[in-house]
């Protein structure tokens, strides 16, 4: 197994001092393998869609955890139970919900010329409307953009050797400035 540290010590420091800064004491990593472990020291729990676990439907009762969060989980679930994962999460939260995932068309392209390149990475990557209305829906809730095309390309090169190519550099340096996903908190 590829280590992804860099990768995951951005966006999981990140995701950490969301959560200290809304002293949280109680997490559920919604798709989570144990990494944010490594980054705070609290009660963390994961429930993870690798191993089969439908975050759609946790058999657990409302206001569980200070906090759900999850990293690079949504777009992993078919569009169609993407809005019931949020709900979920919702749910079991007291206090905050995070989520980092890459959003939009921008990302869609990124994660084709990642999947030219044989990162396969298997994806349904939530529309720029989606996120819309979860703001809409949510009056407690943010978005955040978070990690750049640029950043996320060259973080994965660095790891895999089959995405350090001319076309994947181009790519990058073309989008630079522009996210690659973006972080969708609501406090409650």
């Not at 944010?36 to 963390?44: A, E």
């Not at 919702?90 to 905050?96: D, F, G, S, Y």
Request: hydrophobic share 40%; charged share 30%.
């Amino acid at each position: 197994m590829i280590d992804l540290a860099p990768i995951k010590s951005l966006t999981h420091n990140k995701i950490a001092n969301m959560l200290k800064e809304r002293n949280t004491s109680s997490v559920l990593d919604m798709g989570g393998v144990g990494r944010l472990k490594k980054f705070i020291d609290i009660d963390i729990a994961d429930a993870n869609i690798i191993d089969g676990q439908d975050c759609t439907k946790l058999d657990m009762p409302d206001n569980s955890f200070d906090a759900t969060i999850s990293v690079a989980t949504l777009e992993h679930i078919k569009p169609e139970k993407q809005k019931l994962f949020i709900d979920e999460a919702l749910r079991i939260a007291k206090k905050t919900s995070i989520h980092w995932f890459p959003v939009g068309p921008l990302a869609e392209k990124t994660d084709a010329l990642k999947l030219k390149h044989g990162h396969k990475h298997n994806s349904h990557i939530p529309s720029v409307k989606f996120i819309e209305d979860l703001k809409t829906k949510h009056d407690k809730s943010d978005i955040e953009p978070f990690m750049t095309i640029q950043e996320h390309l060259l973080l994965l090169a660095s790891i895999r050797s089959g995405l350090s190519t001319k076309e994947i550099y181009d790519f990058a340096l073309k989008h630079k400035n522009k996210y690659y996903g973006c972080i969708w908190y609501c406090d409650l």
